[in-house]
């Protein structure tokens, strides 16, 4: 990697310029990191771009063949469905003509073995907080395996950051960051949430942090319907935090509804894998 000692040399590369991928860009250049060492991209949708401008990350758009032949650090943030895409990019013929930096994959559930089955060599893999708490500078992000400098570029955007021993711990930061979310709806159904968390924390002792974490970035809400709203922004249709949401009104307790979305996560990572695989 060619960085010297101050990361601010280092050349960051975001492909898929979404609503994480536009905030880990913004927060880069918040907080002082070079614009001409970013350069973002995404897959051409205007939508995307009019919000990639409201962003005033349009000059830092290139394809994706740049990013990948000039970045130290290349952080994915595209959809699952894309991964095709990466296979493209990184394949051995490919390989030949770029010099090559480091992957850090924001993908949900796509595995660290599935990378490199499919293109030969390791990546790295993050799971980060909701784009609003990155952006409020109160974001969290599980980190594997460990990595001097995306740890320190991390927590120069502001994140706090957890670095994970195994795997599969990533399905409880998954639950995890889905939390703030989870802990209104257990309120709306009146569920006592303290002992749960202390239960579930004996398995997992890193979730009472996260249970913290997410008290302290829930905001203050006027109303009933603006706290219904912010768990509906939340809810991704299939996805982790609606099993945890739908269990807790189906009646379960706290307990079972996380154990719930950990399952849900780990469902929708064998999915994503298998998908991978054949792409
Ligand atoms: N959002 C979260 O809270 C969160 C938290 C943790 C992890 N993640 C992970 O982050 C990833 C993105 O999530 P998101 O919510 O940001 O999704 P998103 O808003 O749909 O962003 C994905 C972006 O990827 C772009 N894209 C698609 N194909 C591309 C290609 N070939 N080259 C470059 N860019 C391409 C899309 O551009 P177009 O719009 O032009 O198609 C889109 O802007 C997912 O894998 C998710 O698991 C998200």
């Known amino acids: ?107 949900a559930g796509i595995s660290t073995t599935t990378f490199k089955n499919a293109l030969g060599f390791d990546v790295l893999r993050i799971m980060p907080s909701g784009p609003d708490t990155i952006q409020a500078g109160k974001g969290i992000v599980a980190v594997f395996p460990h990595h001097d400098a995306v740890i320190t570029i991390l927590t120069q955007i502001g994140l706090k950051v957890y ?11 998954t639950v995890g960051v889905c939390l703030p979310a989870v802990l209104l ?43 219904e709203e912010y768990i509906t922004k939340m809810v991704t249709t299939g996805g982790v935090t609606e099993s945890l949401i739908e269990s807790i009104d189906s009646g379960d307790d706290l307990i079972t509804a996380v154990r719930k979305g950990i399952a849900r996560s780990k469902e929708l990572a064998e999915k994503a894998n298998t998908l991978s695989i054949q792409y």
């Open 1 to 107: 990697m060619h960085m010297g000692n101050d990361l601010r040399n280092c050349q960051i590369g975001i492909i898929g310029c979404g609503h994480l991928g536009r905030t880990l860009a913004r927060r880069l250049l918040d907080t002082n990191f070079p614009s001409e060492n970013l350069r973002v991209s995404y897959g051409g949708r205007p939508s995307t771009l009019d919000k990639i401008r409201k962003a005033d990350l349009e000059k830092n758009v290139v394809v994706n063949e740049e990013i990948c032949s000039k970045s130290d650090l290349i952080f994915i943030t595209f959809r699952p469905q894309d991964f095709h895409e990466l296979k493209k990019l990184f394949s051995p013929k490919q390989a030949g003509r770029h010099r090559r930096g480091l992957i850090i994959s924001c993908m």
């Open 163 to 173: 670095e994970i021993a195994h795997e599969e711990l990533m399905h409880i930061f």
């Open 185 to 227: 709806a257990a309120e709306r159904m009146k569920l006592p949430v303290t002992e749960a968390m202390q239960m579930i924390s004996i398995d997992y002792p890193v979730f009472s942090d996260i249970y913290s974490w997410a008290r302290n970035v829930l905001p203050t809400f006027n109303s009933d319907e603006a706290k």
